[in-house]
């Protein structure tokens, strides 16, 4: 058993950082926040050609035919860079669900698409500046069109409400859950993401900042916070990767359930010590740490909370043997 | 509104730690654990004799001294801190409350002046055989009605049922559950039941055909009250524990040397044990508020009691967990009271209901109840779940 | 111990109760790190102080009704039951005015008490600067003395000053003796925040709102009737604010328990089963109900002649704590829709707006490390200088 990120997709992640730190990092966030989406536009054409969302495609579809635990690698960056769009939804979610002609533009980047799945996900993320709006139910597909945007918590997201237009298309129900844990799994490694960098951000932070005459890192007391944000991100790797191997078998519900309560606790907690180490500064909308903050918080509440998977994992665990 | 002690409240409980402090040492608690009734006989006498602690919720024409359950509950947090064993809880607290909340006037007048006293020992029998003390229908204990009223069946967890003299129980009647008075209490088989916390003394009684006295029929809202006063005198008894969990680790923490410095100046153990203050004067402040509405009778009473049981239990566990792990080894050997802290946390975690258990009641009290099963089933057929 | 309140006291918060029904404007106020927004707060102002509620506490002359603490609480928590708007006039009332009665002339006294009451001066207030926040002995502005003019010149950086965009006046300490060392040398000021020299560069929030600015001073006159307290005492003058923001003033139980009581509505009115968010909100009800019998405690303390000192911490910990639970539990109730803001969300984005507010909670007024150093040492009588690696 190897259970180690392999140097594709070492690699894989890599080129990420590469292309979207060439575009300026937390740049395409900023200016998406304010309105302006040119720069978001531009990132996401650049991921397309790295193949980013024919990851999971099949070859004979004219994907990557990657596995799960690619796509795990590349969410993870994206939440690291806190790049904006609705990648979950058009490289996660919908390349199972999608008719060929769709899914071939989802690959070359010339769709962008978001959807609205009730009652996990029911609010669409940037329906208006997505090419395409579907609404996802337990067995069926169908285009939509967006209500007014309404604001979130985090700056970069705007949600709408999907209303769907005509009748659309039948799925298979499994399809459709199998969709919604690669779209659970991607919000995962986002989360996971975003937790490393809260913590990287925050661990900078400490080593600078002097207060008392030395730096506030020698305080006991922010190294032990910063200390168990490291334990919880590095025991929320492995539940990630191995919901991401599971994502074909059996065990895929819980695996995934366990993945994004480990993720989200992991997140949340970085998020609160990162806020804490940096102070009234990390508050401010000028300094960067507002964007993982607030997206961690968005994910949280998104592709289950902590409770509906607790509630999941209990049920599957649980559940009487026959 | 005045949330402090009044002058007499303050002697009281500063002439409780004192005797207790005299008495209760580490070695006297002990011994008083491993002797054959399992308390200090003559610590008892000392406080009830002189301090009265027996007497203080007993109204004055029952020979009490007619304070309140308020005053009662200050020695029993003095009590907890010095971790002795007594028959406080037991007697004055839980036999006396069941025989104030009887109708039987020739009963008070007989059974609660020796309590009072201290001379007399009672007990309640209540919880069944699964260790639930249940107000609506109790299980363990059936009455049958004759010439007189007799019982049968087994109650666990009696506080003090061994050793008692007067033994008050609870039994479920056709008409619902009502209070007795057991009037052959050398009838009754005891078997001693040893218990984590070997500074409190359970029985398991068990009664065949044993004649009784019925000191309240249809007694369900009593025992809603009996248990108010019950999980009000724990928490007392908890947060001083929880204060003595806390004062040992500040003791030890600034004695104990590590990388050649106290390791109470390790910023990481001052804050953990300035949480652990936080636990303790909220537990205080919960525990005292409610053994005042027991005290008063107050309206609150039921909802007070349902939370202080709650944080309290919490936190005593907090505290005692880290009194263990800021002590290291030593506070698992057998000579530190650290065990006893621990050990008197999870058995009073555990005595008429768990943390959880006082949570969802309370739950209850305040209307934040579970939807009906029917509604959620529905809605699980037509969407995902959002929680 | 009583925890009754009197019949006076049961007539005070029922007079409260209902002039607040009559008078809290039904539909929320725009945020007031608005232009609009601070208008609105400050007609609100003028209105409470119309009922004479502005400052219950206060002698009636300066338009207070010489009430006692007791009465204080009750009216918090009536004011916060209410769904009254946030008090845009809290720096001067409940952070100077104390030190004001305290240590300030009669002539200021005259002139500012009385207008804080009725919303026509608001206050900015400007303690932190860049390298000096929870230490706020590393101060390093400075005032000089102008001889000619009778008064001082005051120089350099100040941020995190809460209400300085729209405020009238702003107060504050400066180093007036560059050779003192920190606590000493220090001298507290009263400043117009439209003065010559003073540059506000508002500083804009992640939840998006302008809160705090940053001021910048360049020889900006003070007239020695400005001073507060005497010149070089101004880190005794401003403890007493320290403790007024850490201790009661800033955060009266009525807040967390109006919070509390907005989450079981929220409960009750939604289709929620999990019995573990159950446990939650049954908590924030515990939490909230021993914070309020904790203010009480605190309050008869005060009331006995006692010191709150550093029992303040304790309750600065523990509020800041339990309102980041008590939202957190909100949010996950309302699941995906937790992250929304504005009119189409939920009460209107509120919980999700409390929320980026609650965590900031354990930074502002002293983060809570500094509170827990406070308990261990102060409280718990635990070695001081135990922090971080020893230097050699």
Avoid at chain 2, 241 to 247: E, I, K, S
Avoid at chain 3, 257 to 277: F, H, M, N
Avoid at chain 3, 352 to 360: C, E, G, H, Q, R
Wanted: proline share 4%; net charge negative; with cysteine.
């Amino acid at each position: 058993m190897k259970f180690v990120v392999n140097e594709e997709q070492q690699a894989l992640g890599e080129a990420l950082d590469d292309i979207i730190e060439s575009a300026g990092g937390t740049k395409a966030a900023r200016t998406w926040a304010d309105g302006d989406t040119a720069g978001g536009r531009a990132l996401w054409a650049q991921l397309a050609e790295l193949g980013l969302f024919g990851l999971c495609v099949p070859e004979s579809d004219g994907g990557m035919g990657g596995t799960a635990v690619d796509l795990a690698v590349a969410f993870e960056r994206l939440g690291y860079h806190a790049v904006p769009g609705p990648y979950i939804e058009t490289a996660a979610l919908l390349p199972g669900l999608v008719a060929a002609d769709v899914l071939s533009g989802i690959m070359d980047g010339s769709v962008m698409a978001t959807a609205a799945v009730p009652g996990i996900a029911p609010y669409a993320l940037d329906a208006a500046v997505s090419t395409h709006k579907f609404v996802v139910q337990a067995d069926s597909i169908a285009a939509a069109e967006s209500g007014p945007g309404i604001a979130s918590v985090d700056r970069t997201r705007t949600l709408s409400e999907l209303a769907a237009v005509g009748r659309g298309a039948a799925l298979d129900p499994a399809a459709v859950t199998l969709a919604i844990d690669r779209a659970t799994l991607a919000c995962s490694a986002m989360l996971l993401g975003a937790g490393e960098r809260l913590l990287a951000e925050a661990v900078s932070y400490a080593k600078i900042r002097e207060q008392f005459g030395r730096a506030i890192g020698e305080y006991q007391a922010l190294k032990h916070q910063l200390a168990d944000v490291r334990v919880a991100l590095t025991f929320a790797r492995p539940l990630i990767h191995g919901a991401a191997l599971d994502l074909g078998g059996p065990d895929r519900a819980r695996s995934v359930s366990a993945a994004k309560i480990a993720a989200g606790d992991a997140a949340n907690r970085a998020a609160r010590v990162a806020l804490q180490v940096h102070g009234a500064i990390g508050y401010t909308e000028e300094h960067d740490l507002g964007l993982w903050i607030t997206r961690v918080r968005a994910l949280l509440g998104v592709w289950g909370t902590p409770r509906y998977h607790y509630s999941r994992l209990a049920a599957l665990l649980l559940a009487p043997t026959s | 509104m005045d949330f402090s002690l009044t002058d007499e409240q303050n002697e009281l409980a500063r002439t409780a730690r004192a005797v207790l402090s005299r008495h209760a040492t580490s070695a006297a608690v002990r011994a008083a654990a491993a002797s054959e009734t399992g308390y200090d006989v003559d610590l008892w006498r000392v406080l009830t004799e002189e301090v009265g602690v027996a007497s203080l919720a007993i109204p004055e024409e029952y020979g009490g001294a007619g304070v309140t359950w308020f005053e009662t509950g200050l020695v029993l947090e003095a009590l907890g801190y010095s971790l002795a064993p007594s028959p406080l809880l037991g007697s004055a607290v839980l036999g006396a409350a069941a025989i104030l909340e009887s109708d039987d006037e020739d009963a008070k007048q007989r059974l609660l002046p020796g309590i009072a006293e201290g001379s007399s020992i009672a007990a309640l029998a209540w919880a069944d055989g699964h260790g639930q003390w249940n107000t609506a229908s109790p299980s363990g204990l059936a009455a049958t009605a004759g010439e007189t009223w007799t019982l049968e069946g087994t109650a666990t967890l009696v506080l003090d049922g061994g050793s008692a003299d007067t033994i008050i129980a609870v039994a479920a009647t056709p008409d619902g559950p009502g209070l007795f008075e057991v009037l052959d209490a050398g009838a009754v088989g005891r078997v001693n039941t040893p218990a984590v916390d070997t500074t409190l003394r359970f029985s398991t009684l068990t009664f065949s055909g044993v004649p009784a006295r019925l000191l309240r029929a249809d007694a369900a809202p009593a025992l809603e009250r009996i248990r108010d006063i019950a999980v009000v005198a724990v928490s007392c008894l908890q947060v001083g524990t929880a204060q003595r969990g806390l004062d040992m680790s500040v003791e030890y923490s600034k004695q104990r040397v590590q990388f050649g410095r106290p390791i109470g100046s390790f910023q990481a153990l001052k804050h953990r044990m300035a949480d652990m203050l936080l636990q303790v004067e909220t537990a205080r402040t919960t525990a005292w508020a409610a053994a005042w509405s027991a005290g008063t009778d107050a309206a609150e009473l039921p909802e007070r009691a349902a939370a202080a049981a709650a944080w309290c239990s919490d936190a005593l566990d907090h505290v005692a967990s880290e009194t263990v792990q800021l002590h290291g080894g030593i506070a698992i050997t057998w000579e530190h009271d650290a065990q006893l802290v621990f050990k008197r946390a999870h058995a009073t975690g555990q005595l008429f209901g768990a943390a959880r258990e006082h949570r969802r009641r309370l739950g209850g009290l305040l209307g934040i109840t579970p939807q009906p099963a029917e509604a959620s089933a529905e809605r699980l057929d037509t969407a995902p779940a959002t929680l | 111990m009583n925890l009754d309140l009197t019949d006076e006291q049961l007539a005070f918060a029922a007079e409260a109760r209902a002039w607040l029904a009559e008078h809290v404007p039904a539909a929320p106020l725009p945020s007031m790190d608005t232009a609009e927004g601070f208008a609105a707060h400050r007609e609100w102002e003028a209105t409470l102080a119309g009922g004479r509620w502005s400052a219950v506490a206060w002698p009636e002359e300066f338009g207070g009704r010489n009430a006692g603490l007791v009465e204080w609480v009750i009216f918090e928590e009536e004011y916060y039951r209410s769904g009254a708007p946030t008090r845009v006039a809290q720096n001067g009332i409940s952070l100077l005015a104390p030190i004001l009665f305290e240590h300030g002339t009669d002539d200021q006294r005259t002139r500012y008490l009385r207008a804080m009451t009725d919303g026509s001066l608001i206050w900015a207030q400007a303690w932190s600067e860049p390298g000096a926040g929870s230490d706020l002995a590393a101060i390093r502005s400075t005032a000089r003395r102008d001889e000619a003019r009778g008064g001082w010149l005051l120089s350099g950086q100040k941020t995190w000053s809460s209400r300085a965009v729209w405020a009238d006046r702003g107060f504050g300490l400066f180093r007036s003796d560059p050779a003192a060392d920190r606590h000493r040398g220090l001298t507290y000021f009263l400043f117009p925040m439209d003065a010559p020299g003073l540059t506000v560069r508002p500083i804009a929030q992640l939840d998006g709102s302008t809160g705090f600015a940053e001021l910048f001073f360049e020889d900006v006159f003070v007239p020695d009737a400005d001073v507060l307290g005497a010149p070089g005492d101004g880190w005794r003058v401003a403890m007493s604010t320290a403790g007024n923001e850490r201790g009661l003033s800033l955060r009266a139980p009525g807040r967390f328990c109006a919070a509390s009581d907005r989450l079981i509505d929220l409960w009750k009115t939604g289709q929620y089963e999990d019995p573990v968010a159950r446990d939650a909100v049954v908590d924030a009800w515990i939490k909230s109900e021993a914070y309020r019998l904790y203010t009480w405690g605190t309050v008869s303390t005060l009331q006995d002649g006692g010191d709150v000192g550093a029992e303040g911490s304790v309750n600065k910990v523990f509020w800041s704590e339990l309102d980041i639970a008590l939202h957190e539990t909100a949010l996950t109730l309302l699941g995906p829709a937790a992250e929304l803001r504005g009119a189409p969300a939920p009460a209107d984005g509120r919980w999700v707006d409390d929320y980026l507010f609650a965590i900031a909670g354990p930074i502002y007024a002293g983060t809570n490390e500094i509170q827990r150093n406070i308990i261990a040492e102060r409280l718990l009588g635990l070695p001081r200088g135990g922090d971080g690696r020893r230097k050699s």
